[in-house]
Each structure stands twice: as C-alpha cells, then as structure tokens.
C-alpha cells in the first residue's frame, strides 16, 4: 500500500509539513509526484487543494484514522526538478515550502471549469510597489494592499480563489477597479499574447570578431552540456542581444529550450517582437501582467514543448522546460532580479541552480556588470567575454561633467547650470527632444521653519515628510500618511517657512518657466497613475508630442527614444549619499544608463550630468563609460572595507509593532547566533537606518563571514530551531545574504 504526502496549499506558513493521505484506487496509476490534488482537511467540508511531493510505503501508524484523497486535478502538475527547487529555495531563502511551491506554479491550479473571473493588475509591478509602500500603516489601504501584494506575488488570478484566500470583501476589489489598479475580466483561453505571424522575419548578422570567439565559446559549452557561466561584458549596442539571439537559435535547433530574462516588463515587448522576427511562434511570455488564462497556457505550453523560448522577467525563471539548452539574463546586474518580498530569491541564483539541473550554460550580459559578477569572472570562476565596439559605428556622446559648487560661486543657484541651459535651448531649437533626469519625486525633500528649525515627521515612520505642492500637502513616501501642508510653524508660529530639496514636480515647473515654449512631460510614480500611464508618456514623447521628458530612473531602462540628442542628469549625487555599500556602484551604472539615452539615432549626443562631487570615480568613469577603472576602483574600496564579494553579509532583519516583543525575539536569535561557528562575526542587533516603517519597529543584525557557505550553515541552523515559527504572530524576520535592500 502507498501513501502520498501532500502539502497542503493555505497560506499560513505554519503548515508548512507534508500531511499523509490514502489513495483511492481510481487514481493509483494517475498520482505521481509534482501532482495537484483536491483533499479534505480540517473541519470544513471544502476541500482544499494540494501539492503531492511523495509517497510513503509503510507507516508506523495507525492508518485508519487517515483521510482520503477526493480527487486529482487533470490540468497541472509540476516535475521533480521543480520540486527540488521548491525545497532548494525553503531552505536557501529562509521561507515556507508554501510560498516557495507559490514560486514554481502558474496562478491558476483551479480545477473546476466554470465561467470565471480573472483579476489582475494593470500597473507595472514598481508602481504597485511604490502604492503599497506609500500606504503602509493607513488604515483604510490596509485590505487594498493585501490584495495588491497577493497580486503581486501570484500574478492575475481567479476572483473567487483571492477572496477566499486574502479574506476581503468583493467592494475592496471593485474600488481597486475604480482606481485603475486592477482589471477584473472573464477568462479568455487560449489567447496569445503575441501575434507573431504578423511580425516580419528578419535574417541573423554575419557576426563580428568579437561576437564570433563569444557565439564559439557559449556554443562550445552548449554542445557539450557544459554547466558554465558566462559573462558577456558589451557596451550599449555591441551587438549582445545578436550574440544571444544566435545561441537560442543554435539550442532551438537541436530540439531543447531556453529561457531569456529581462530586466523589466515594459521591456517585453520590443524584445519579444525582435524573438519573433526570428523564431516565428515557438516565443512565448511569462510575466505578472498576463492574464491568469494567458499565464497558464503559456505555462502548459512550455511543459508540453510547444513553446521553445520564454522571455520574461524575474518570475520567467521557473518556466517548467523539461529540458533546457541555456539560460540569458540581460542587464545582470539590474536590481529587479532580485526578490523584494519572501522569498528573496535572486534570478541569478535560481538560473545557476536550474542550469545544473539541465547541463546547460548561464549567460549573463551587460554593459556594466555588477561587481559581484564581474569579480566572479576576473578570478575564474565565470568565463568573461567581451565585446567592445558598437556594432554599427553610431555616434559617441559628447558628456560633461558640471561642477554644482562654481556654479554656486558664480551666484547660479539654480537647478540648471549654464551648460546645461545653454544646451537645453540649442536642442529645443534645433527640434530635437530632452531627457532631464532627477531621482527624486514629488515637490520637495522637506518644509522647514527658518526660525526655529521645525520639521514636520511622519509619526508612523521614521522619516521626514515630503512636501507635495499640486496637493499642497505633506506625503510620507513609506506609508503614505498625509496631512495638509502648513504656512505656519506649528511650534512656533514664524510664518518664514522654507522648502528644501527638489523633486521632479518643483523641477517641471521651473522647466516651464526657463523654456516657456518647451512642451513638457513628467514621468514618476505620481503621474503615472492611467491605465497605461507609463507606456502612455513614453509613446507621445516617442511621438513628439513633447519636448523635454522630465523624470526618475523610470525614463532611463532601455528605452529607445530616435530624437533625444541631449540628456542632463540634474543630480548625479543623490544615490551616493546613500549608506549602503553599493552606493557607488548604483550611481555609476545609473549614469551610464541615462547617459546612453543620448544620440543613439544618427544624430550627436550629448549628456552633462550636474554634481557636488565631480572629483568621485562612480560619476567621472561614468561620463566616460570606462568601466574597467571603475572596477578597478572599486574592487580596491571593498577589499580594503571588508565587503562583498570579499567577505559576505547575512542580514536578519525582524520587525514587529511591539517593541517589546522585537527586542526579545532579537535576543533569542543572538542566543543561537552565538552559540555558532566562532570564525563568524556578528554584528548587531542594530537600528536600520529607518527605524520605523507603518509602525512597525524593525532591528537588523548581520552576520559576516568571508565563506559563503558557512553563512548558508547559518540560514540552514536558524530553520531548523523554528523561531520563525515560533514569533509567527506578531513578528517577522527575513533572512537575506549580501542584500539589496533593507
Ligand atoms: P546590444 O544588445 O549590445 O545593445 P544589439 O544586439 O541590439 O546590441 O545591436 C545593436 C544594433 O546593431 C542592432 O540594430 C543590431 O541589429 C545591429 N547588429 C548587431 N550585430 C550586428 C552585426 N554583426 N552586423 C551588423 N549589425 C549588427
Ligand atoms: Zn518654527
Ligand atoms: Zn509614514
């Protein structure tokens, strides 16, 4: 007699142990491992779904008290590699098996076919994010978030499935609908995303000398089922994406498949459409805007080897190929790879693992690649290709670096310095478009009193509000507590009240009043709140409809824009106050970035990047694109500062609302850190630099090593003594290494 253990699917993590269950003799020769079946479980008389991850022959047990599995869903099951990987992320990512199957899965394991309802998100996922942080702690968002975190981790799924499983009435989903956050729409089968008959095929390019040793080289390992991985290091235009196109190619044609993963989901679509021109209708999508029915047939599609190639963002990892021939992440070192919710995997990670798995080689690509990576391949242990010429000889841009400092000397305070005036009207007058670039929304930093220094705080967070003017109110980015905007101090009445800081909304305006006849756009997470607001903006500036496009970082990925000859970055300095390691890293490719928005058509570009610290590596390398200096710099720097990837950070971060319970939950993870391997150092328990977020008290405490895997040892010892489990309720801690964010 055989048993299948069975995950049960409800989303509390503490049911995260496999149940034992009876098979009824009708789906004996059905049920294999990976395969979803519907059970009872508990009291209630619905059944609940779960997940078979194996079976039991003999129990010690009395089996008469187990219950019986009802039936087996025909539509979906997944493979042991899958499986393996579900358990690899439980225990790498400090999670639930629940949440890390939720990861493996496609949103729709309904079995009943009944006429549906499908919700989804219209917004992309930094914008969702962005709405949740902001409304964090306000009551009233609270029920809204939930169902936009859902949304966020499972993609479009069935109404009735979200309401039982996020416990929200149907009038929160009807008022996300109002607010065009969400769509709520009858299933469409079978409905392809892309037409790629309509799309014209296009033949490979004889490739260059350079693409030819890196085409060899990956294909060498190709061939040979070689699990290596492979950097691929290319200015803008180098022709990468030919290289990767010719690799899918020679995989596609020896009958396996591969998976191409893009930094964002607005990137889809020009990517997919260059796919198609070459490999007709075996491209398919995966990402969190399709609908729940799209998602799952392409899914489905994938497993039954009807689709050859996936492109996708993050998520697209787990495309459920039974036999894959390489895996391409382009933009490496975009932070979107990684995770920003439980689990915190990163895409990087996830590939290496499958690639494994499937004998096959990772390529990473990327005009600036993260230092983590690039270390890697300097010291062998991935193969470094590079490619360093355009690949059809177009236009350098002309960049220059402007001195914030002497232009204050001068007596210009203001945010455009002559250079870059003078050259926003040469531009303008010409006809041709602008890009300005600032990363930081909303009007200004702060409102301040001159006389007695007052400062309006969120009392939710730790942080200062912003000041919004359109609204003429006070806005904390992190919860998005509100309060109206005051013209007299509230401590003491001066009615000297300044601004300080500038954000794009203070900077559209005074784009306006510099270059009256300029027609302006502004993109950032507050204007683009239309159904299709971001690629709404980025159309009419396509189309000309503007001629200066003012905006945060949301402007700068990759978009292709014919008639922007001038880029001006306003403040190049403000990711390098941050403290945080890779401070200098994230401004240099920031720059980079912006900067290579310019001239990419026939005509020169320009770039000026504005800043107090002209003399810092990240940004002169940057106006020079010369990333081998700044390696170089920077490899030094964490060498000397003890930082990845020289010795490894594990951050735990808890948080709580109670305090109390915090600080205890803290001392009970330093008992057992102490009481570890001696050779780690542990650092902490400490304040993160915002304290506070929604009035929950958060603590972080590291833990650094210079052997990775010890740190792994760490996770793996904390899962096991369960004080996850046990401070459940009111508590929450992540687990992460070298992170992003904290
Ligand atoms: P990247 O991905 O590095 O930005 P692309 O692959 O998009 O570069 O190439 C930039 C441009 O050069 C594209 O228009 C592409 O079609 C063209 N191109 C790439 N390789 C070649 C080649 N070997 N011969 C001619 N044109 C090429
Ligand atoms: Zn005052
Ligand atoms: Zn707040």
């Given at each position: ?7 049960i699917h409800i989303n509390t993590s503490s049911l995260r142990k496999p149940f034992t269950y009876k098979i009824p003799d009708s789906i004996q020769d059905k049920i294999r491992i990976g395969s979803i079946v519907n059970i009872p479980f508990g009291h209630g008389k ?415 967070c730790d942080v200062a509000y912003h000041y919004h003017k359109m609204a003429n109110s006070l806005r904390c980015h992190y919860c998005d507590s509100e309060k109206r ?258």
């Open positions: 007699m055989k048993y299948a253990n069975v995950i619905q059944l609940k779904k779960g997940y078979v991850i194996g079976f039991t022959n003999n129990l010690s047990f009395d089996v008469s008290r187990l219950k019986e599995i009802d039936s087996i869903s025909e539509e979906i099951s997944f493979d042991k590699e899958l499986l393996d990987l579900a358990y690899f992320i439980e225990k790498r990512y400090f999670t639930s098996i629940n949440r890390a199957l939720a990861c493996i899965l496609p949103a729709k394991i309904d079995t009943k076919h009944k006429k549906r309802k499908y919700i989804g998100l219209i917004k992309d996922e930094a914008f969702i994010r962005d709405y949740i942080y902001e409304r964090r702690g306000m009551k009233k968002y609270e029920k809204r978030s939930l169902v936009l975190e859902y949304l966020l981790e499972h993609g479009s799924v069935q109404v009735t499935r979200l309401l039982e499983e996020v416990n929200v009435s149907r009038t929160v989903l009807s008022g996300l609908e109002k607010s065009r956050l969400v769509d709520i729409v009858d299933d469409v089968s079978l409905r392809v995303p892309y037409d790629s008959s309509k799309i014209a095929r296009t033949a490979m390019h004889e490739p260059n000398d350079e693409q030819r040793v890196a085409i060899d080289s990956v294909s060498d390992a190709i061939r040979a089922e070689r699990n290596e991985v492979f950097l691929l290091h290319g200015v803008t235009g180098s022709g990468k994406t030919e290289v990767y196109l010719q690799l899918i190619e020679e995989v596609l044609a020896s009958g396996k498949s591969a998976i191409f993963l893009i930094p964002e989901i607005s990137l889809t679509h020009q990517t997919v459409k260059r796919a198609m021109s070459r490999f007709g209708d075996v491209v398919g999508v995966i990402h969190s805007k399709l609908s729940a029915g799209e998602k799952y047939d392409q899914w489905q599609m994938a497993k039954e080897g009807k689709l050859k190639l996936i492109i996708g963002p993050r998520s697209a990892i787990f495309t459920p190929f039974l036999n894959i021939g390489i895996i391409i992440i382009d933009e490496e070192h975009e932070t979107s790879y990684k995770s920003e919710h439980d689990p915190r995997y990163h895409a990087r990670e996830i590939a290496i693992k499958r690639a494994s798995y499937h004998n096959c080689p990772v390529l990473l690509g990327s005009a600036t690649p993260s230092v983590e990576s690039y270390y890697k391949a300097s010291t062998g242990k991935y193969h470094l290709l590079n490619l360093r010429q355009k690949a059809i000889s177009g236009n350098l841009i002309d960049t220059e670096i402007v001195d914030m400092r002497k232009e204050l000397k001068t007596g210009n305070k203001s945010i455009f310095s002559r250079s870059l005036k003078t050259a926003i009207e040469e531009t303008l007058a010409r006809g041709e478009q602008v890009i300005l670039f600032l990363n930081a929304r909303g009007y200004s930093r702060f409102l301040s009193c001159r006389d007695c220094g007052f400062v309006a705080k969120c009392p939710h905007a005051f013209d007299k101090c509230p401590d003491c009445g001066s009615t000297r009240i300044r601004d300080f800081g500038t954000g794009t909304e203070k900077v559209e305006g005074l784009v306006a009043d510099t270059f009256p006849s300029a027609r302006i756009l502004r993109m950032d997470v507050d204007t683009t709140s239309g159904k299709f607001g971001h690629d709404d903006i980025l159309s009419a500036f396509e189309r000309y409809e503007a001629d200066i496009l003012v905006g945060t970082q949301m402007v700068v990925k990759g978009h292709h824009f014919e008639g922007v000859t001038l880029v001006g970055v306003l403040s190049a300095d403000l990711s390098l106050y941050i403290s945080d390691f890779r401070s200098a890293e994230r401004t240099f490719q920031l720059i980079t970035q912006v900067v290579g928005r310019a001239g990419r058509a026939d005509k020169k570009g320009r770039g000026i990047i504005q800043t107090y610290s002209p003399e810092h590596y990240s940004v002169k390398l940057a106006a020079t694109e010369d990333y081998a200096s700044f390696y170089r710099m920077e490899i030094a720097y964490r060498k000397m500062a003890a930082y990845p990837p020289f010795k490894h950070l594990l951050m735990f971060l808890l948080s709580s609302k109670d305090e109390m319970y915090l600080l205890r939950l803290c001392d009970r993870l330093m008992e057992h850190l102490n009481k570890g391997d001696d050779r780690l150092e542990i650092l902490g328990p400490t304040k993160p630099s915002r304290e506070k977020i929604s009035d929950n008290y958060r603590r972080v405490i590291y833990v650094k090593s210079d052997n990775y895997n010890l740190l792994l040892g760490v996770i793996a010892y904390i899962k096991e003594v369960k004080i996850k489990e046990d401070y459940d309720k009111k508590a929450k801690i992540l687990a992460d290494i070298n992170p992003i964010y904290i």
